[in-house]
């Protein structure tokens, strides 16, 4: 019969061990996690591993132990606990309360001690011991039956010792160990040992004579002067120390094992709720979803058992579609909604597999693509009469993918009242996932597992609770301006401009794609020629034996391989050889090649059209993203970067490409949030900012300011708005620190507002945790109250970023909202194509140019009232490259 098992977690060192290895991690109401998440982890782990009989977690107090009171200076000296790790131990004893796991924790008395009384009253049961810790100082626990998991990396590998691994690995007895760390002393405890001897000399001693005592008593036959006398005048302080070093195995402490037995009926609910306020959603899945759901669980569990109709044949879509209009607006019924989309190139092979939908407390699913491949006219005609008409309210979730889809079989998506997703962003930008199912694990605190049928009609069947949830949450946080008349109707606009999409010439891009080969390889011969030899660009090795050893170039970083080579070591080195600009050159191009050139090519769909994906609840500051392909991040600082762009053409000879892109629009939204007036003046009376910036830093006429300047003030004008500071720009211009904080205290100097501006934000933020934009956009920050300087700083940095760039993110989501009604409103065939950071595009048709140009501008220039004005620039080209 096989030992029962006890598992006992050294809760301090676990957490320690945890805070350290991971990432600052935070909640939404900034509480740091990466403590709590890391222990869970490691629990999990080692209960799933040990599969013990008996779990226990044990802490320290904060209280003076018995060693403190034997010597004062007892880790004296040892760092402070960070805030932002003790702020975690409340919760992670909270954790192992509902899980049903005992916590010991007594004054006087250390984790260490509690480990070692719980292990030796368990092997006197004949109970096979698991101790699972950061500390090293529990081998001398170690046992026959006592193994000790030592955690190593972080959190990622793990030492297993007992008696005998540990005589293999030290050839000393787990006891012996002891004895080692009262010669040798140790740092972080402030235990002093002897002076003299370190882990080398105190190990050959003790496998020598086999105790601290024997060694004193051999003291003659001890070679080494120094080590000798060392020994002789320490001999009590050895001693002591070994005495300080000995874990306690008699603890006053009542031990119960039916109160430390492993439980399976733990409190499965509670610990729910407490993981989806630590947004800790993958230990939702790990712990209370799939196959090993506890069985108390299922009680805490929304029931999943729900009752729907299938909707698969004509008839019954039709009078579906009759009673939703009928119900819908005869009695003023919300129409609530989810898709189940195949969305594997949306364009051309992406379809709507079921609509899921929730009617008068009634549930439906109606099976799509069959009814649709059986009769497309009659299907998209019903489909018709329930998305085109706007008196038919509807609340979904992710309108988009549906929305594009929609519109290639013919069908508008209009009505929508409320998207849960982009509502969960608003609320927070800062989670990366919005599936319904982490909405409603975060909001109702709901578990709906899985992807199946019921499960889906499921979630639908919750939305109107999940909605009712978020729509107060919009309105406490005054969002109902930025979610009704910017994100939602910005659904309707991307989901043409995905629909649309840009026309690619192939014939160009096979042509450019000859070119960039050409570059590629006379920039690769010129490389060869300036270190006199071929050799593989691409490979860091290579490339470091050449420049470092070759070239003899001062080695700025290695890695565990070699030399590194990455962009920033390039960077460092642009101004010691010529090779360096070549070699910069050429992964850009190489780069440049493999993305856009084959990139494009793999993405061109039978239209001869790209169909970019556009994402709205992506980044943290409210901009827009672009996936397969990315056409936002196209470097256009070499010519050949620029060159892409033509290849993107329109989609008739009748037409033309237009840009139109905001003028500084950071600049001034900093302006207007500023309320500076030397700022303010600037822009109203249309100076060249960066040439009056330069004018007022380095005070000179206006005529007399150099290019140099004005490249430098340009570059304090970007800085600021991103909150660089001196060590930054002084890199960024090659300048010193000293220069660089005379330019931003200049800058501070002669736009006072921008100053106070940023003062008052990082107080607001510290106050509050998030900052707004001009429309209310929300971000939370929690980095800005870390203790450790980096994180704070970064924290401090975004506030004083995320107003500015997200305002310039309101600004041109509005616009784009405002420009595509114009289109539609004026019927006009021109189409809104690509959003691209400050700059919007169309493709226009030349009867309507004019009109167009000037509509667009318009639109764009007078989207909000600003302290000063929004200006525009529109330009015109038969391609993408030469409309800009």
């Known amino acids: 019969m096989s030992k029962e098992k006890l598992l006992i977690l050294d809760g301090n060192s676990l957490m320690n061990r945890a805070y ?23 629990l999990l782990k080692m209960k799933e591993e040990i599969k013990p009989d008996y779990i226990v977690s044990t802490f320290d107090r904060s209280a003076p132990t018995f060693r403190h009171n034997e010597y004062k200076d007892y880790k004296a000296g040892r760092k402070k606990m960070p805030p932002e790790l003790a702020e975690q131990f409340p919760v992670v004893k909270e954790l192992l309360e509902l899980l049903s796991i005992n916590i010991f924790e007594i004054d006087g008395f250390e984790a260490d001690d509690l480990i070692g009384t719980l292990s030796n009253f368990a092997e006197n049961k004949d109970i096979e011991i698991y101790i699972v810790t950061g500390d090293r100082d529990a081998l001398q626990l170690a046992s ?60 050959k001693l003790i496998k020598e004579y086999g105790s601290i005592e ?105 009078q579906l579609t009759e009673n939703i209009v009928l119900i819908c607006k005869k009695d003023n019924k919300l129409l609530y909604l989810t898709f189940k989309t195949v969305e594997e190139n949306i364009y051309s092979r992406g379809y709507i597999e079921k609509i899921f939908i929730n009617l008068d407390l009634n549930n439906y699913v109606i099976e799509l693509k069959q009814l649709y491949e059986e009769n497309k006219d009659k299907v998209a005609e019903l489909l018709k009469n329930i998305f085109e008409d706007e008196g038919i309210k509807k609340v979904s979730h992710d309108v988009k993918i549906p929305h594009t889809i929609l519109h290639k079989m013919g069908v508008d998506f209009l009505g929508v009242k409320f998207d849960t997703k982009i509502a969960a962003y608003l609320i927070d930008s800062s989670k990366g996932e919005y599936d319904l199912k982490t909405i409603l694990q975060d909001y109702l605190q709901v578990n709906v597992p899985g992807d199946s049928e019921e499960c889906q009609v499921k979630k639908t069947d919750l939305l109107n609770k999940v909605f009712e949830v978020l729509e107060l949450k919009i309105k406490e946080g005054n969002m109902e301006e930025l979610l009704y008349k910017v994100e ?15 026309r690619v010439d192939k014939d160009k891009l096979t042509e450019l794609g000859k070119k960039f080969k050409l570059e590629i390889d006379n920039v690769q011969k010129e490389i060869f020629e300036l270190s006199e030899e ?50 910069t050159y050429y992964r850009q191009l190489t780069k440049l090649y493999s993305t856009y050139i084959e990139g494009l090519k793999a993405v061109i769909d039978e239209d001869g059209k790209i169909h970019s994906s556009f994402n709205q609840a992506v980044t943290a500051t409210g901009r827009l993203s672009s996936t397969e392909p990315n056409l936002q991040n196209i470097p256009i600082k070499y010519e050949m970067g620029k060159e892409i762009r033509k290849v993107f053409v329109p989609d008739t000879t009748d037409q033309v490409i237009l840009s139109a892109d905001y003028s500084q629009i950071e600049l001034r939204v900093l302006a207007h949030i500023g309320n500076d007036e ?34 430098n003030a340009k570059a304090v004008n970007f800085g600021i708005v991103y909150g660089i500071g001196d060590f930054s720009l002084a890199k960024d211009l090659k300048i010193s620190r000293k220069e660089a904080k005379n330019y931003i205290d200049a800058y501070f100097d002669r736009y006072p507002g921008v100053k106070k501006y940023m003062d008052d934000i990082i107080n ?69 194509i690509l959003q691209v950071h400050d700059e919007l595009i169309l493709n226009v048709y030349k009867d309507e140019l004019e009109e167009v140009k000037a509509m667009v501008k318009r639109e764009m220039e007078n989207v909000l009232k600003l302290r000063v004005p929004l200006e525009v620039d529109v330009s015109v080209g038969e391609n993408w490259y030469e409309a800009k």
């Open 214 to 318: 024997n060694v004193l008593q051999n003291i003659d036959n001890i070679s080494g002067k120094k080590i000798k006398e060392n020994l002789l005048q320490h001999s009590e302080q050895a001693i002591f120390s070994k005495k300080l070093a000995t874990i306690k195995t008699d603890v006053p402490i009542e031990i119960d094992l039916d109160s430390i037995k492993s439980k399976d009926n733990y409190d499965a609910e509670g610990v729910r709720r407490l993981f989806i306020k630590l947004q800790f959603k993958s230990l939702i899945d790990k712990m209370l979803g799939g196959e090993n759901l506890n069985q108390n669980l299922e009680n805490h569990t929304e029931e999943i058992e729900v009752k729907y109709l299938k909707i698969d044949d004509i008839e019954k879509f039709r």
């Open 678 to 711: 030397n700022l303010i003046d600037a822009f109203i009376h249309h100076s060249d900012i960066h040439t009056k910036t330069a004018s007022e830093v380095f005070k000179v006429p206006i005529e007399e300011v150099t290019s140099t300047q004005r490249s």
């Open 488 to 502: 939602q109707p910005l659904t309707d606009v991307l989901a043409s401009m995905e629909y649309e999409g840009f």
């Open 764 to 832: 607001e933020a510290k106050e509050t945790l998030y900052v707004t934009t001009v429309m209310n956009r929300r971000r939370f920050i929690p980095e800005i109250k870390a203790s450790n300087k980096m994180v704070r700083s970064f924290g401090e940095r975004l506030a004083m970023n995320t107003p500015i760039q997200g305002s310039a993110a309101d600004i041109i989501k509005l616009a784009m909202v405002n420009v595509y009604n114009e289109i539609k409103q004026k019927r006009f065939k021109s189409k809104l």
């Open 534 to 583: 071929e050799f593989n660009i691409n490979s860091p090795k290579q490339l470091g034996k050449i420049l470092f050893e070759k070239l003899d170039l001062p080695v700025i970083k290695k890695t565990k391989t070699g030399y590194s080579t990455n962009a920033e070591v390039l960077e460092e080195l642009s101004d010691k050889h010529p090779i360096i600009e070549k070699i």
């Open 144 to 203: 026959e039956n006592i193994n000790v998991i030592i955690t190593k990396k972080g959190m990622t590998e793990k030492e297993v010792y007992d008696k005998n691994r540990m005589i293999e690995e030290y050839g000393v007895t787990p006891t012996q160990f002891i004895d080692v760390k009262g010669l040798m002393g140790d740092s972080s405890d402030n235990i002093p040992g002897v002076p003299g001897v370190g882990e080398k000399t105190a190990f």
């Open 20 to 42: 350290y290895a991971l990432p600052p991690l935070t909640n939404a109401e900034g509480l740091h996690t990466n403590g709590i998440y890391g222990f869970t982890t490691m």
